[in-house]
């Protein structure tokens, strides 16, 4: 068969992904696709995974796309008549600790949200379960009896024939030298045997994916680490249906393989592979052993069954795996290059990933959007710097080995750290800042007082934190805090029609005098939120748009791509140029009057505006807004100018009880408010219908926005879902995300986000209910009976459609005030 001169869909790289893809896109209708793959079919990584198809996962989406493979690779022999080995024995994970224990049952809670079948079990129902097994450590475990293990060659054959099937082309030996892109839009490929030109390519080059992305202009960050398994010689009595056996708590997993027993490892200090590249060579290739570097982990396994001990090792095995900076795989178009789609870095879960990421994806092709919220995995979710070598290099030391961590609440990297700081970061570290990170950034999440230190001590209840956090909060409620917001991402929108453009964009009317601040989201034309921002209008043809640090890729790319081929304005970038201090708080006026000659009164500068006032020694943008729910105002100022400016602010702080204050009291603050965080809850699924956003709506405006007419048939139906606010009666509990919402006995739905409130002395979450029998109106969500579940346990609720703290505002609008 000759490489044809044009397909649909190019799909490099014929892994276990690839050749989902090409399944689900030829399933979908879309036959056209040609997949080309630089040696043979699972020859990069797929070919020796140890073939585990779990479906628990993290998060919620992800687990409804591992939940999604289980059943495709349960009904993929008999579609394709290739056999699979999909076998579904279950999975039994343990716990040796109580905080395992509960990280597991708050997981088999969150399955509850979508019907997964997940048993909490005791020690002895996993020595039932699994003979052999030591358990006079073990505190309890959780049982998925419906999880399986896969032969990953075969898998990928299969779904490589039922792609087949529906005519998708597939070449070996066919390896891609360049993805071709012409005006920012990718066109084809050119291969060793000449170019291929496609409406889409799609790059599922697995550890290679990198460095070919890198070549088109794409951030694609992932590096490979040696993953080790041992595989025993066989194993007296061990039966083939047997389920999986994970023990976090020794970093391993246990699987029997053909009468043996093969054990596999997530390291805490994982080894980073192909520093200079991978080889070029590289086809069903292994790497070296190391004794050394498993041997404590083979002591552990040993202690945990062992038989082991007992029995010789026909394998030592060590293959590469691709891990990114966040151990959440890539995926989606990229934002450099359209028609440039993406799916790798699967951290070691690609065989389980693989049939829900090929499906969402192509989807999310076919559509031109993804199916679902899909954030959590979003390739725009990653930063330019991350491209870098060394930085991946470093990260992955400790990314490997995150799999079976504890997904502690609050947990922050330790390795590569410090890439992007504000100017103001030995000023925060000096006083006791304890940073986290996000997007890269290292931001305070909060402060340590004299003689304590500055570091987590994880748990699931109160960590260390706490109580000083807790005093920031009340800082900003009852006098004056200080946060700094650097991390900010900034765009400046600039041209004659900025403001038509923007207008058609923005979902709320930016058509406002010079000086004043809109709330707004962006929508999709689904009437689904894109983004939640506010938007300032600098000059009559300049606005200056503030979104989160996380979506600064994400944003500037939607942003650039909705302004019309030949509209007179221009979206540029700012972030890096100006420092962002947060001073909020009943007595910030007072505070900011002492450092500068501008009228700060309600009259002169009231809610929602804007002005550059002289502050200290510098000219700042101070923009009268709030995230906490206080007076307050942000002040945007040149980077140069920020630390002379923080030290002023600090110097005449003391009188008005001003106190640096971090990230975790703003998210404490803002929970109480019930403003809404995108990417928790606020996605690109969600409506402002649906989230209670409804205000910040400009159905009239001339020229109407993207996202209206969607928006409105909903409007006229009604929504059957809505965002609501929770306090628990119980201080205690404390919730994350993804807790069920129990209303009068039933699931409805679950947590988005949550956070202790200090001022309310309440754990409050918030979170979509859904009446499946009618509309989520006012009646239906504030008529039910609500319980959250936390580690299995339901804890009654109270339900608001308002934030629970000061709903009227009055206290932001400064009522009564000067
Ligand atoms: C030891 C080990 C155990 C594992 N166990 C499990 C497990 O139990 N469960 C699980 O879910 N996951 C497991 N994994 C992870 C899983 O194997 C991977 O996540 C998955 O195989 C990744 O698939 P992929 O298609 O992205 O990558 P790959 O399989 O590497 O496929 C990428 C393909 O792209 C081709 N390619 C690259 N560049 C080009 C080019 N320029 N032109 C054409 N073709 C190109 C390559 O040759 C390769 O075949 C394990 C991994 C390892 C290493």
Not at 382 to 396: A, G, I
Not at 430 to 438: L, T
Not at 557 to 570: K, S
Not at 783 to 806: K, N
Request: proline content about 5%; aromatic content about 10%.
């Amino acid at each position: 068969m000759d490489l044809p001169r044009r397909a649909q869909v190019v799909i490099v790289g014929g892994g276990i992904v690839g050749c989902s893809l090409a399944y689900h896109l030829t399933l979908r209708g879309w036959t056209d696709v040609v997949l080309l793959e630089r040696k043979q079919l699972s020859c990069g990584t797929t070919w020796h995974a140890a073939g585990l198809v779990g479906q628990l996962r993290a998060t919620y989406n992800l687990t409804r796309l591992a939940q999604y493979t289980t059943g495709l690779y349960a009904a993929l022999e008999q579609e394709t008549g290739q056999a699979t080995g999909f076998r579904q024995t279950g999975s039994v994970a343990v716990a040796t600790n109580a905080a395992r224990f509960e990280e597991l049952k708050r997981g088999a809670s969150m399955a509850k949200c979508f019907g997964l079948d997940v048993q909490t079990v005791s020690p002895s129902e996993v020595a039932g379960l699994w003979p052999g097994v030591r358990t006079d450590d073990v505190v309890g475990g959780v049982f998925l009896p419906k999880d399986g293990r896969t032969n990953p060659i075969d898998t990928t054959l299969a779904l490589a024939r039922g792609a087949k099937n529906r005519g998708a082309r597939i070449f070996e030996n066919t390896k891609v030298e360049e993805i071709l892109v012409e005006d920012g839009r990718a066109v084809g490929v050119r291969t060793v045997q000449g170019e291929l030109r496609a409406d889409f390519v799609v790059n599922c080059a697995g550890m290679w994916a990198h460095e070919l992305g890198a070549r088109a202009g794409t951030t694609v960050p992932l590096h490979a680490a040696e993953h080790f398994y041992i595989v025993t010689e066989p194993m007296p009595g061990l039966s083939a249906s047997l389920p999986v056996l994970r023990d976090p708590d020794s970093c391993a997993y246990f699987k029997e393989d053909a009468g043996k027993l093969l054990v596999g490892w997530f390291e805490p200090v994982a080894k980073p592979w192909g520093m200079r590249g991978i080889p070029e060579t590289f086809c069903f290739d292994t790497l070296p052993e190391d004794l050394e570097h498993i041997e404590p982990l083979l002591s552990a396994a040993m202690h945990r069954t062992p038989a082991l001990a007992d029995v010789g090792i026909n394998l030592f095995f060590n293959g590469p795996e691709s891990f990114t900076p966040d151990d959440r795989y890539l995926l989606g178009e990229t934002p450099e290059v359209r028609h440039l789609y993406v799916a790798a870095g699967f951290n070691s879960i690609g065989i389980q990933s693989a049939g829900g990421a090929g499906k969402v994806l192509a989807d999310w092709i076919i559509d031109g959007h993804p199916p679902m919220d899909l954030w959590d995995v979003d390739v725009r979710r990653c930063m330019p710097f991350q491209r870098n070598r060394r930085y991946l290099r470093d990260r992955t030391v400790e990314t490997l080995g995150l799999l079976y961590a504890m997904h502690w609440p609050f947990h922050q990297p330790e390795s590569a750290r410090g890439a992007r700081r504000s100017i103001l970061h030995d000023r925060l570290r000096e006083r006791g800042a304890c940073f986290g990170e996000a997007a890269g950034w290292e931001r305070p999440n909060w402060y340590a007082p004299e003689g304590v230190k500055a570091e987590y001590v994880y748990s699931y209840g109160r960590q260390n934190w706490f109580e000083h956090s807790a005093r920031e909060h009340a800082a900003v409620r009852n006098a004056v805090g200080l946060f700094d917001q650097s991390s900010f991402a900034k765009f400046v929108l600039q041209g004659p029609d900025a403001e038509t453009v923007l207008n058609r964009i923005c979902a709320n009317d930016v058509s406002v005098p010079v000086g004043r601040i809109v709330y707004t989201q962006w929508l999709n034309e689904r009437g689904g939120i894109e983004t939640d921002l506010t938007v300032t209008r600098e000059a009559r043809d300049r606005y200056l748009i503030v979104t989160a640090a996380a979506s600064q890729t994400r944003d500037l790319a939607w942003l650039q791509r909705h302004i019309p081929e030949g509209a007179g304005a221009v979206a540029v970038d700012v972030s890096s140029g100006m420092a962002v201090l947060g001073v909020m708080g009943p007595r910030s006026r007072e505070l900011l009057a002492t450092l500068t000659d501008a009228d700060l009164s309600n009259a002169s500068f009231p809610f929602g505006a804007s002005q550059v006032i002289d502050l200290a020694y510098a000219r700042v943008r101070a923009s009268r807004i709030t995230y906490v729910g206080e007076l307050g105002w942000e002040l945007y100022i040149p980077t140069e100018c920020a630390p002379e400016v923080f030290d002023a602010l600090l110097a005449a702080g003391g009188p008005f009880g001003l106190r640096l204050a971090g990230y975790h009291a703003m998210n404490s603050l803002r929970m109480e408010k019930a403003y809404r965080h995108w990417g928790h809850d606020i996605s690109d699924e969600d409506t402002p219908l649906q989230a209670g956003l409804g205000f910040a709506v400009a159905w009239s405006k001339p020229g109407g926005f993207i996202g209206r007419e969607a928006l409105l048939r909903q409007k006229e139906r009604g929504v059957t879902r809505r965002l609501v606010q929770f306090a628990l009666r119980d201080p205690l509990p404390l919730l994350y995300h993804n807790e069920p919402i129990w209303r009068d006995d039933a699931i409805a739905g679950r947590i988005a986000s949550g956070m202790f409130g200090h001022t309310l002395g309440k754990s409050l979450g918030m979170g979509y209910v859904e009446n499946q029998d009618g509309l989520a109106d006012r009646d239906f969500v504030l008529g039910g009976r609500y319980e959250i579940e936390v580690a299995g346990v339901r804890v009654p609720a109270d339900a608001s459609l308002a934030g629970f703290y000061d709903p009227a505002g009055l206290r932001i609008k400064d009522a009564g005030g000067t």
